[in-house]
Structure formats: structure tokens, C-alpha cells
């Protein structure tokens, strides 16, 4: 908060000192008073006149004396003024605020004009007149050509993105344009409505103002019902009482709309608004010079134009300042747009590439994975085939042959088997009949169930499943997950080896180890080995379906637990399965399935790897199709 204060105080003192220094600089030029003489210092600089007499209603005198070594006079007129009397006056050609004067030194001249105030008039040599306005001119075209460049781009802008603070801007900016257009081409209007209009431009660049200021710093403008009739209401009224021929009413309407404007600048700093600094300077340098532009208006003493000043004032630069800080502010929000827009397009890129590499590379696993199915169906296959063709031709090889059919037909159906689960684990078609369960007896009945492969293979199962580990869980797909582990240490483990299954509580996590003393996986291997399908360079010298590790994490992921690996190359592997120890208690939840499994009324194959599946109640639909709703959740 501290870090924005200095920023407000600058920007307050920068308006206030821009009204002071146009006060004090304009009190710096002297002004010819009715009846003194106009030297040649004087009109070589340009000299206003000052103390008209009105002697006639609507009529003004000023009577001056002309001075030594003095040339030719002009004399500028821009309140809309008349000219009734001097006969050497006379309107100069393409300006209707210029006269030249033919006076000669020492004459005595009286200048009588109509209108319905003191006319604001001033005396200058023709060359200086000549350059003056050469220069104005040329500051009203740069001023006039910042101004439409801006509206134009700004049109662009919001041809593409229709914002409503771009519209606001469009709008200040055409206000502009044609208010400089309208000050180049008619610098002095006799018109009484032409000249209503031409003051109505002023009221009206300070409503666009404040406007613009609030829409850009994102205040919430009323668009529709009360609010949009009260705003348009506020707006009518500012601009009646802006137009008000009582100058301290008008002045002081204009200066209130211009502080508002500020103070949106000034509470979007103060509010840590991005980019609220790159109007509030611009806008309080802008607003300095609307004020001081507004102090002749006023009529007041303290304030009476020199030429200098009228010029700046006519060349309408003094509305760049704020019109090029909205310009910047929104130049540099489209700018973060579109770095945030290529930022998000370069991320989609990459996560496009990505993706499609993901997807290249699970269609490639996916061809290699059919290769490999179709290959380990093939050798079992022809294996059984040649086994018969040799007992067609020699029934009498039956008994040595039995063994070897009968492990490959085994394989084959463990292979059926397992790719039937993975395929409804890939569709989520896998329902778990959650109930207590001590994870320790079923590692126990599963390594009760393969010691008499690991003896046939020579191997030592040691399992100690001594310690209680309630979980929540399936308790067949809890076996078939320790199956798997135990049965893939069996494989790997070569004759003379040992396999320790340990159960142990760590935390509020049941653990069941299986330890195995085989060949080990390569660091290189260790990250791929849940992946489906894949083989290692041991898988050759035994039958196997590579699912069994894929199966079992992501069984383990549907109780909510996983599998970690610990193995080094000739030593072994420890495969660790980690579930919640803390049981959910309730009845029976069934999660990680879809909500609702619809089946065929067609023959399916049997899936025997869900044999504990509670008791379903067939709920008759339209057509041939069944919806299975488990009992004992279905709600009344």
C-alpha cells in the first residue's frame, strides 16, 4: 500500500502544477488596455486586448493609439465576433478569425465590434500572424492524424474482438477527430448553432473520457434495465449543465467530470490494477491542460490568453497525452493476450505431439502385443497339434506325451485367462465384492496353493503370515494379485532357490513381500515391468503370458493400494504390495466399476476369475437388454 502512494501524489501534483504554470506563464504577457499605445515589442510578439468598453448593447469599443516603426497589423478575432467599424479592416482570405489592419504610426484607431460578450481579440504583426498559424496549423495536423490513426487501429481491434472498453475508446477518439476536424476547418464560427455544437465537443470529450477510463479499468457499467436509464440520466444531466451559459456552472461541471475520470485512474493503481500507471500520468497531464484551456471561459482577470496560448489550446495536442496512454494500455493488453494465447497454443502443441506420441506408441505396443499373443498361442498350439499327429501314428508314446500336452493346454488357458481380465480391466468392467478381509490368510492360502509347483521346481517357499492385517477388499482378487507375485518368483527363480513371503504391518499400510532369489531385473527393466505385456530376456526360458504383473497393479489400484519393486541383476526382486491397513467400515462398497454394466442377452464367454460376485436381481429392459443391479446396494 505504501509503494502506491507516491505515484497518487505525483499524479495529483503533476495536474495541479500544470494549472499553475498555465496561470503563471500567461500572467507573464502583458496586455494593451483601451486607449494605450501598442509598441513594436508589442505586436512583435502578438499582445491581447483588454478593458473593451460596451457602449451600445451588444456592442464593444477599444481604441488604441499605433506606435513607431510598426508594420502591418493583423488582428485575431475567436469568439465569433463582428467587425462593424474600420475602414481599413478587412477579412484575410481562407480565415474567418484573421483581419489585416491598415494603420500608419501615431494613428489613433477604434475597433467596434457585436457579440454577446467582450470580445477575446489580439494585435500582431503580419509576420508573426504568418508564422503563428503556420504553426498551428501544422500542430492540428499531427494532432488530427494521432487521433484518426489511433481510431483506425482501435477499429481493427474491435472488428476482431468486440470489448465493450474498445467501443468506449472508438468512441472518445471519433469525438476527437471530429472536434479537430471541425477546429481546423472553421477556426471561427458565426454561427450561433454551429458554435453551440463546436462547445458541445469539449463536454463531451470529458464524458468519453471518464467513460473510457472506467470501461478500460474494468468498473461494471450498467447495461441494461435501471442502471443503464440512471447512467444515461447522470449523462444527460452532466451535459446540460456543462453547456450552461453561466461560466462558473460550466467550469465547474467540466472540472467534476474531469476529477472522476482521474479518480478511476487513481483507485485502478491504488486497487493493483495491471497497467492502471501507463494512463493515470497521461491522464493527469491531460487533465491539467483541459483545466487551464477551461480558465478563459471564466473571463476572469487571472486568466487572459496570450497567443501562445491560444495556439496550443486551438492545436487540441494537449488530449494526446491521455489518448496515447489508453492507446499503450490497450496495445499492451493485446499484447499479453496474444503471448498468453501462443503461450496456450504452444502448449496444446505439445501436448498434441505428446499425445499423438503416446497414442503412436500404444498403437505400436498394441501390434507388438497381437504379435506376441498371437506368437505364444501358436507354439502351445503347434505343440499340441504335433503331440497328436504322433499319437495318431504311435498311441503307444500317450503316457510320455500327457504331461507335456497338458502344460501346454494349461498355459493356453492361463493365457485366455488373463487377457479376458485385462481386457475388462481396460474397460473397467471389473466389479469387487469388498468385504473384511485378513490379508495374511490369503497371502497363506495362496502360497499353500503353489508350493507344489515351487517343489516340482525345485525352489523353497518360506512364508511367515503370522501378523493380523485387516484390510477392505475383494478377497479373491486380493489371492489373485499375491498369486501372481508369488507364481512370477516361482518362474524366476531358478532350482535350488528360495521365495520368503512376509505379511507385516508399516503405519496404517498391510504389507505382504515376496522375496525371490532369481536372476533380478534390470535397472532399465524395473520401470516397464507393470507394463502389459512386456517380456524380459528370462521370459524365454519359461511359458508366460506377461499380464500377470499388469494384472496385479492394477488390481492393487483398485483396492487403493500398489506395488513397488526393489530388485538388483543376480541377486533377486522384492515385489511389495501396500494396502490401507484402516478398514472402511459399512456394508459393502462397490467402487472402480462403471455405474452400470449392461450386457447382451447373446452368450458371453464366463469370466472365472469373479466367482465371489454377490447375488444380482435381473431387472427385465427394453429389447434383449439386461442391467445387473447389485442387491444389496440398489436403493428403494
Known sequence: MKQKWPILIFSALLTASIVLAGIWGNAQFEHLHSGSVLTAEHAAQGIALDGWRQEAPGQWHFTFTVGEDIPSLTLCVTNTAAPLAHEGLTSLERSGELYALDVAPGE?????????????????????????????????????????????????????????????????????????????????????????????????????????????????????????????????????????????????????????????????????????????????????????????????????????????????????????????????????????????????????????????AETEARKSMMLNIFHDLRSPLFAVSGGLETLESAPEALPALLPALRQRIEFLRRLTEDLFLAAKLEQKQILLNEDRAALNEEAAAVCAACRSEADQKGVELHVSADTPLPVWGDSVRLQQIIQNLVTNAIHYTPAGGSIHVDCRAEDETACVSVQDTGCGIAPEDQSAVFDRYFHTTADKKHDSTGLGLTIAQELAHLHHGEITLQSEVGKGSIFTLRLPASPRRGRCSWNHRVPTLTTTASARPPDTNTRRLPPCRLSRRRGSTRRLFPQSRRRA
Open 108 to 360: 489613433t484607431v477604434e475597433l467596434v465590434f457585436t457579440c454577446g460578450r467582450s470580445p477575446q481579440t489580439w494585435l500582431m504583426t503580419s509576420a508573426f500572424a504568418s508564422r503563428a498559424f503556420r504553426f498551428r496549423t501544422m500542430t492540428q495536423l499531427i494532432a488530427l492524424t494521432a487521433f484518426v490513426t489511433m481510431g483506425m487501429v482501435l477499429l481493427a481491434l474491435y472488428h476482431y474482438k468486440h470489448l465493450p472498453e474498445l467501443g468506449y475508446f472508438l468512441l472518445y477518439l471519433v469525438i476527437m477527430s471530429v472536434w479537430a476536424l471541425m477546429v481546423f476547418f472553421f477556426p471561427a464560427i458565426r454561427n450561433s448553432l454551429l458554435q453551440l455544437i463546436l462547445r458541445s465537443f469539449f463536454s463531451l470529450t470529458v464524458l468519453a473520457s471518464a467513460l473510457l477510463a472506467a470501461g478500460l479499468l474494468g468498473v461494471k457499467l450498467p447495461r441494461s434495465g435501471r442502471g443503464l436509464l440512471a447512467l444515461a440520466a447522470g449523462c444527460v444531466v452532466f451535459f446540460a449543465l456543462s453547456m450552461s451559459s453561466y461560466p462558473p456552472l460550466r467550469v465547474g461541471m467540466l472540472v467534476a467530470g474531469m476529477c472522476l475520470c482521474l479518480y478511476y485512474l487513481m483507485a485502478a493503481v491504488n486497487a493493483d490494477y495491471e497497467g492502471a500507471a501507463l494512463m493515470l500520468l497521461p491522464g493527469a497531464v491531460t487533465t491539467g491542460f483541459r483545466v487551464w484551456a477551461l480558465m478563459p471561459g471564466l473571463d476572469s482577470v487571472l486568466f487572459v490568453e496570450s497567443v501562445p496560448f491560444y495556439l496550443l489550446r486551438c492545436a487540441r495536442l494537449y488530449d494526446l497525452p491521455f489518448a496515447i496512454g489508453c492507446m499503450v494500455f490497450v496495445c499492451r493488453r493485446f499484447a499479453l493476450l496474444f503471448d498468453r494465447t501462443e503461450q496456450l497454443a504452444r502448449e496444446l502443441d505439445a501436448r498434441v505431439a505428446e499425445r499423438t506420441k503416446e497414442l503412436t
